[in-house]
């Protein structure tokens, strides 16, 4: 279970210097959606909190390499891949 799951640990936060360009965006895209800003702004920072950072992503994506490298040389994948293309 993650974080967010947990609605009886619902905190408050504040962001402090928000470019008053950039709060008319987000108030824009939240009105566009029929959303406050604020239910706007927790729907974002839910999909954010859920989404894998990069650092994860190059992890996995090692661990996959690492785990299914057959040793092939590119010119052997060339091949396979045509053969499997007749």
């Known amino acids: ?9 619902d905190v ?5 210097n928000v470019p008053g360009s950039v709060r008319d965006e ?5 009105s566009a959606r029929g959303q ?4 706007y702004l927790l729907s974002e920072l839910i999909d954010l909190a859920r989404r ?3 650092a994860d992503v190059l992890s996995r994506a090692r661990a996959r390499k690492a785990a299914t490298a057959s ?3 590119s010119g052997q ?6 053969r499997d293309r007749r």
Do not use: F, K, Y
């Not at 987000?26 to 939240?30: H, Q, T």
């Not at 994948?77 to 045509?82: D, G, K, N, T």
């Open 26 to 30: 987000l108030a824009a895209r939240a």
């Open 12 to 16: 408050s936060l504040t962001i402090r």
């Open 71 to 73: 040793g092939l040389s």
């Open 1 to 9: 279970m993650h974080l967010w799951e947990h609605a009886d640990m």
């Open 36 to 39: 406050s800003l604020q239910q």
């Open 52 to 54: 894998p950072t990069v």
């Open 77 to 82: 994948i060339l091949a396979h891949l045509e």
